[in-house]
Nanobody, 121 residues
Framework: QVQLVESGGGLVQAGGSLRLSCAAS????????MGWYRQAPGKPRDLVAA???????KYEDSVKGRFTISRDNAKNTVYLQMNSLKPEDTAVYYC???????????????WGQGTQVTVSS
């Protein structure tokens, strides 16, 4: 069974940066697609960024040019570098192990516990 552990969240001022990490246990990380989602209070959990096993990426429109997803297969870790943060980026961020097919990301059943990101204005 895959376990995902997020870290790196915190409180930051608008315009600042944070880097989230998600460490994955289990086998075959190098052939898994990974995604970052976020959920603000009272809102659904939405995909922010995803990366395929081959390094293809996709981003939600509001974070394009500001967020970068990457992976280190040797460390079984996926990252989300977040720059130029805005108050509307405030949410709990979750990582997910899923599938990346035809340019689309499909969430799997494995989720981390989430890490809180709070951006003050």
């Amino acid at each position: 069974q895959v376990q995902l552990v997020e870290s790196g969240g915190g409180l930051v001022q608008a315009g600042g940066s944070l880097r989230l990490s998600c460490a994955a246990s289990g086998r075959f990380f190098n052939i898994a697609a990974m995604g970052w989602y976020r959920q603000a209070p009272g809102k659904p959990r939405d995909l922010v960024a995803a990366i395929s096993s081959g390094g293809s990426t996709k981003y939600e429109d509001s974070v394009k040019g500001r967020f970068t997803i990457s992976r280190d297969n040797a460390k079984n870790t996926v990252y989300l570098q977040m720059n130029s943060l805005k108050p509307e980026d405030t949410a709990v961020y979750y990582c997910n192990r899923g599938r990346y097919i035809g340019g689309s990301y499909y969430a799997g059943d494995s989720w981390g516990q989430g890490t809180q990101v709070t951006v003050s204005s």
